[in-house]
C-alpha cells in the first residue's frame, strides 16, 4: 500500500526534500507527484493484515470483556498507512437515523503521553475534541459515554510504543490497565501498533496476555526467502505499470528487483520514498524515462546517514557554472565584518583580539 500520507515521517511532516518538491512543484509535476504517491498495491502482507482486523472487529460485542491485539513492525513496513486504509473503509463516521456512528477509530499515541494527553487524544479522534477538557477522571466517563453513543466497535491506538519507550515501567501497566477497563466498559475491542518493542506489553501486564486476541507482525519483503522475492517482483511490476516516468526497464528484470530491495531493505515506504525522488528528478531533467544514474541520485538524496554502498552506481554529474551571489545580511563593512568589539570569551579572542 502505497499513499503519498505515506511520505511523511513519525512527526506527521515531510522530509525536507520532499517537502520542498511539492511546495516547489508546478501544477503539472504535483499532478505526476501525486499519481506515485497514491499508488495503491495489495499484496500478501497487506490483506494479511485487513483480515486480522477485521477479525478483531468481528468479535465486538460477542464477548462480557473486549480483546486486544498488537499490530508491529519496523518503521516503514506500512503499518500507519494499513491503517489509515481500514479505519476510512469501514470506519466512518456513517450517518443514521439515531446518529453518527463510527464503528472503528484510529487514535495516534501522543509522544510522552501522559493519561490525560492520551484521553484527550481519544477524543478528538472520536470527533469531538471539545470534550476535552476538565479532570481527566470526567474525561474518562465522557469516552465512555462517547464510545456507546457512536457505537464504537474497536479502537485503533497506532504509535503505541510511545508509552513502551517513553514512558516507565509502572507507567506503561498503568496505562494498559486503565485502557482495557475504560475498553471494557464501552464494550468494545482494541489493537495496538508500534515498532516490535511493543510486545514488551505481554510481559508488564500479564492481564493483556490473557485478554490477547493474537497479535500480527507485519514485516519487509526478506530477500533469502524465495516466496518473498517472488512477490517482491511482483509489486514491483505493478508499480512499474503504472508510473507516470517509468524506468529505464521493467522493475521486475533483469537485475532490478534485487537492487531495488537493498536500496530499500525490502521496505514500502523507503520503496516509494525512493521512486517519488527519482521520478522528480526525471521530470526536472526533461527524460521520457527514470535512468540507473537518477535512481543513484535518489538514493543519495535519502540516505539518512547510511554508509551502505549506493545498488544504483554513480550518480550523474552535473555541470554547474559558479557565480557570485550577495550576502542578504546588513553588514557594516565591505569586508563583511561588523563594525563591534570582538568579544573577550575565547582563546582566539584573548590572544589576538
Not at 178 to 202: D, M, R, W, Y
Amino acid at each position: 500500500m502505497i499513499e503519498i500520507e505515506n511520505l511523511k515521517t513519525a512527526d506527521g511532516l515531510y522530509p525536507d526534500d520532499i517537502a520542498e518538491l511539492i511546495a516547489c512543484a508546478n501544477h503539472e509535476k504535483k499532478l505526476i507527484l501525486k499519481r506515485v504517491g497514491k499508488m495503491v498495491v495489495e499484496h500478501r502482507r497487506y490483506i494479511e493484515c485487513m483480515d486480522w482486523l477485521n477479525s478483531i472487529l468481528s468479535e465486538s460485542n460477542t464477548r462480557l470483556e473486549g480483546a486486544s491485539g498488537l499490530l508491529y513492525g519496523e518503521p516503514g513496513v506500512g503499518k500507519s498507512t494499513l491503517l489509515r486504509k481500514f479505519v476510512r473503509k469501514v470506519g466512518g463516521p456513517f450517518e443514521t437515523p439515531s446518529g453518527s456512528k463510527r464503528p472503528v477509530v484510529r487514535v495516534v499515541t501522543p509522544p510522552k503521553a501522559s493519561e490525560e494527553r492520551l484521553v484527550k487524544a481519544m477524543l478528538e479522534a472520536f470527533g469531538v475534541p471539545e470534550l476535552g477538557i476538565g479532570k481527566t477522571q470526567d474525561m474518562k466517563q465522557v469516552v465512555v459515554r462517547q464510545m456507546k453513543v457512536q457505537d464504537i466497535k474497536l479502537v485503533i491506538f497506532d504509535e503505541f510504543t510511545h508509552i513502551v519507550e517513553d514512558r516507565t515501567e509502572h507507567f506503561t501497566k498503568a496505562a494498559a490497565r486503565e485502557l482495557k477497563s475504560l475498553l471494557s466498559e464501552g464494550n468494545c475491542q482494541c489493537a495496538f501498533a508500534g515498532t516490535p518493542e511493543l510486545v514488551k506489553i505481554h510481559d508488564l501486564y500479564k492481564q493483556f496476555r490473557r485478554r490477547s486476541g493474537g497479535d500480527f507482525h507485519l514485516t519487509a519483503f526478506d530477500w533469502k526467502n524465495e516466496g518473498d522475492q517472488e512477490e517482491w517482483a511482483a509489486v514491483l511490476e505493478t508499480i512499474h505499470e503504472n508510473l507516470p516516468i517509468q524506468p529505464f526497464a521493467p522493475l521486475n528484470k533483469q537485475s532490478l528487483p534485487y537492487l531495488f530491495h537493498r536500496a530499500s531493505e525490502g521496505n514500502m515506504d523507503n520503496l516509494i520514498k525512493l521512486l517519488f525522488r527519482a521520478t522528480s528528478i526525471a521530470y526536472d531533467d526533461g527524460d521520457q524515462t527514470i535512468k540507473k544514474d537518477v535512481l543513484a541520485e535518489a538514493f543519495e538524496r535519502m540516505r539518512r546517514g547510511s554508509t551502505a554502498t549506493n545498488p544504483f552506481g554513480d550518480v550523474r554529474k552535473r555541470s554547474v557554472k559558479p557565480r557570485m551571489v550577495e550576502d542578504d545580511e546588513d553588514d557594516d563593512e565591505v569586508t563583511g565584518l561588523r563594525n563591534m568589539p570582538r568579544q573577550q570569551r575565547d582563546s582566539f579572542s584573548r590572544r589576538f583580539g
